[in-house]
């Protein structure tokens, strides 16, 4: 059987740079918007003329305007909607950096009761743990089983804490009082910032990696982040002179990592709401570090009432910034039903944005026509071509827990040795007939795209490389409709290594990826 074969010599020994192209279409900017009433009720009555978008402050034209109401869709009941577009997908993110397992577990528990009470299998789940890195539990299901088994799973991970709460005795020390407390509270507050800047580097890392893990999904995405208090009361600010610059660059840090979250989120197009399970570890408002206030007020659903925290705390910024919600209820199953009323009834926004793929990052604004409603959407977008988001996925380790599916690959690897050093042949091959192919000047001619990443025994990617491949093909050889073919050397040192190749087809954007252990 006579194949397209495609050829490759590659010596991997640090990270290659990807070729990369970058296409100017005319495209639609799609918003998610939630407009909710003083009750905290979704509002299903608006027209498009109730709207106002802007982009980068400058006003936008609403081309696109319908209402997506779950309730009086008609949908059969049990059955994940056939519109991907508009297909719901919740992604369950266990925060446990911030979170015991007492009450993890509790909201895990509460979780199983909504899957059986409320869950209509109408939409589909996916599970995921974040200690030192993310961890995919279990893909996108709606099998009630397999949810089930999913929550049961994450009920037997750790959790990993690296901060406590302040300590405040130290205020009250009489010795201190005698001798001054500018170096005790420097040291309590230095402590517990670069403490809590641990916790939120895991969680940021992981959070950043699930955007990146699930931007390729398609449908209307949003993850639950199940989490403790992210708690930013971590220094006195009595005692802060200023003159403390690693306490000033951690909490820099800290909240840029915070920023970064919202960012990647708009990029992916995922709205995070943020379920915080447990109270504040310090009952005081996040800006009081003094200890001036009872902290009244700080309890309960943030979806509309007004809270001393709201401006402060990350879990707050992070929902509000990705068109999420921020939950700080106790009763997790009321959080739960909260989210999903919000997600079954929202309007879907589309504007023409007037630039090209231009890799900056663009602020929305949605204004409605309606006093005394809040009005839930993201916050902006990452305009990356979209070659280059595939690329950013699947330099990640989750890209080969989850691999794409939607073309069939295979691969098959083979020791060999190359001037005398250890190296691997690759032969990825997919059906010639996912490659989609236009006639010209008397032959078919077609473009296939070949991403190889390889990753070491701890999941960092170690090499990464992007090869276009021009095919073109006989009226015979089209007919035949044989296999495309791809083979690659790749050089490595020794060790265990996992590689991945994913062929795209150029014209229909189809992925599909291999995935194979190595060692050498």
């Known amino acids: 059987m006579r194949t397209f074969l495609g050829v490759a010599l590659l010596a991997i020994a640090v990270p290659l740079l990807a070729q990369s192209s970058a296409k100017v279409d005319v495209k639609v900017i799609n918003v998610d918007v939630s407009v909710i009433d003083p009750n905290g009720k979704p509002l299903t009555d608006l027209t498009a003329d109730d709207f106002e978008v802007l982009e980068d402050n400058q006003p936008r034209k609403v081309t696109n305007f319908a209402l997506i109401d779950r309730a009086s869709s008609g949908r059969a009941e049990g059955r994940p909607s056939t519109d991907v577009e508009l297909r719901r997908r919740v992604i369950l993110i266990v925060d446990n950096n911030y979170i015991d397992k007492s009450d993890r577990d509790a909201a895990l528990r509460k979780i199983d009761e909504f899957v059986d009470g409320t869950f209509d299998g109408s939409y589909e789940w996916a599970f995921s743990t974040i200690g030192q890195q993310l961890e995919i539990v279990q893909g996108f299901t709606s099998d009630r089983k397999a949810i089930h088994d999913s929550v049961g799973k994450i009920r037997k991970s750790a959790t990993t804490t690296y901060r406590d709460m302040m300590d405040r005795s130290v205020l009250d020390d009489p010795l201190f009082q005698r001798s001054g407390l500018d170096i005790p509270a420097g040291f309590e507050s230095r402590e517990r910032t670069t403490r809590n800047a641990r916790s939120m580097a895991n969680t940021a890392r992981g959070l950043i990696d699930a955007t990146h893990a699930f931007a390729a999904a398609e449908g209307k995405k949003l993850a639950v982040l199940l989490t403790g208090s992210m708690d930013l009361s971590t220094s006195f600010s009595t005692y802060e002179t200023g003159s403390d610059r690693e306490l000033q660059d951690t909490k820099t840090s800290t909240a840029r990592m915070i920023d970064a979250i919202v960012r990647e989120a708009n990029a992916a197009n995922m709205s995070i709401h943020v379920v915080r399970v447990a109270p504040h570890q310090s009952a005081v408002p996040q800006h009081d570090v003094d200890n001036r206030s009872s902290g009244r007020g700080i309890e309960g659903m943030n979806i509309t009432g007004d809270s001393d925290i709201r401006d402060t705390s990350p879990g707050f910024t992070i929902a509000a910034g990705t068109g999420g919600l921020f939950l700080t209820s106790n009763s997790v199953r009321q959080s739960f039903d909260a989210i999903d009323g919000v997600a079954g009834h929202f309007y879907l926004l589309g504007y023409e944005p007037g630039h090209g793929e231009d890799r900056q990052y663009h602020r929305i604004t949605v204004h409605v026509k309606r006093p005394g409603v809040r009005v839930v959407h993201r916050q902006g977008y990452l305009d990356l071509p979209a070659d ?99 083979k690659m050397n790749v050089r490595l040192d020794r060790g265990d290594f996992t590689v991945a190749i994913t062929l795209r087809d150029d014209l229909s954007n189809e992925i599909g990826t291999a995935v194979q252990k190595v060692r050498l």
């Open 388 to 486: 280059e988001r595939l690329e950013r996925l699947l330099r990640l380790r989750i890209s080969i827990l989850q691999p794409a599916s939607a073309v069939p690959v295979t691969l098959n690897v083979n020791d060999l040795k190359l001037d005398g050093k250890p190296a691997v042949a690759m032969l990825a091959a997919m059906p010639m007939s996912r490659v989609t192919l236009l006639p010209k000047d008397g032959r078919y001619v077609g473009r296939v795209h070949v991403y190889l990443a390889i990753f070491d025994g701890k999941g960092n990617n170690v090499g990464f490389h992007h090869q276009v491949q021009d095919l073109s093909l006989s009226p015979a050889e089209h007919d035949r409709n044989d296999a495309f073919r791809y």
